[in-house]
């Protein structure tokens, strides 16, 4: 199921309707953090609407937790010396 909707997601919503950086953190063999950057409230709230839509509802229909948490985006960091293949785990 979470190779599914991973799946999915990064052919279909990934940078798309504004999005301006997406990444997921596999904590586990069947869980994710997803985390989406959107430049302002306006531009999720049409994400959400126009692209996710009901997207949600399916994955809790299959069985799993879904938990969103909107906020501002501060303190992020990367050191200067990190190469996009270092985040690469495969």
Same mark, same amino acid.
């Given at each position: 199921? $979470?190779? #599914? /909707? /991973?799946?999915?997601?990064? *052919?279909? =919503?990934?940078?798309?309707?504004? !999005? !301006? !950086?997406? %990444? ?6 069947? @869980?994710? =953090?997803?985390?989406? +950057? %959107?430049?302002? @409230? @306006?531009? $999720?709230?049409? %994400? #959400? $609407? ?7 509802? @399916?994955? $809790?229909?299959?069985?799993? *937790? +879904?938990?969103? =948490?909107?906020?501002? =985006?501060?303190? %992020?960091?990367?050191?200067?010396? /990190? ?8």
């Amino acid at each position: 199921m $979470k190779n #599914s /909707v /991973v799946d999915y997601m990064s *052919k279909h =919503l990934d940078l798309t309707h504004g !999005m !301006m !950086m997406c %990444f997921r953190c596999h904590l586990s063999e069947n @869980q994710i =953090l997803n985390i989406m +950057v %959107f430049p302002d @409230q @306006q531009t $999720k709230e049409g %994400f #959400s $609407k126009n692209a996710a839509g009901d997207l949600s509802s @399916q994955i $809790k229909a299959m069985g799993a *937790k +879904v938990e969103f =948490l909107h906020g501002p =985006l501060s303190h %992020f960091g990367i050191a200067g010396d /990190v190469t996009l293949d270092q985040l690469r785990s495969d």
